[in-house]
């Protein structure tokens, strides 16, 4: 089971970015999937949720109205659309997916899989 996340890199304040995580290795209808974050020297944090068949998705209010998380079942990716970043955006960024098929804030002790990360870095 793989889940390979990308599309990160450096990119200027109010730009775009659109991250992917490409999910292989078995089915994943009944999961929920995970967009997580990590800073520098800080936790890894939640970003956003969307159940596998697309219908249900929920945000950190940090990004909400920004950020829109969407998945294609036909290529098994899901995806992570960033607009208007801005300089605290910059992270790791982590797809992950949840068994329980929960779509809420997510809990890193209920992720299954996780992919390698991507850096998103926006300059200011």
């Known amino acids: 089971v793989q889940l390979q996340a990308s599309g990160g890199g450096l990119v200027q304040a109010g730009g775009s970015l659109r991250l992917s995580c490409a999910a292989s290795?078995?089915?994943?209808?009944?999961?929920?999937m995970n967009w997580f974050r990590q800073a520098p020297g800080k936790e890894r944090e939640f970003v956003a949720a969307?159940?596998?068949?697309?219908?249900?998705?929920y945000y950190a209010d940090s990004v909400k109205g920004r950020f829109t998380i969407s998945r294609d079942g036909a290529k098994n990716t899901v995806y992570l659309q960033m607009n208007s970043l801005k300089p605290e955006d910059t992270a790791v960024y982590y797809c992950?997916?949840?068994?329980?098929?929960?779509?809420?804030?997510?809990?890193?002790?209920?992720?299954?899989?996780w992919g390698k990360g991507t850096q998103v870095t926006v300059s200011s």
């Open positions: 992950a997916a949840d068994p329980s098929g929960r779509v809420g804030v997510g809990r890193l002790y209920a992720m299954e899989y």
């Open positions: 290795g078995r089915t994943f209808s009944s999961y929920a």
């Open positions: 969307i159940s596998w068949s697309g219908g249900r998705t």
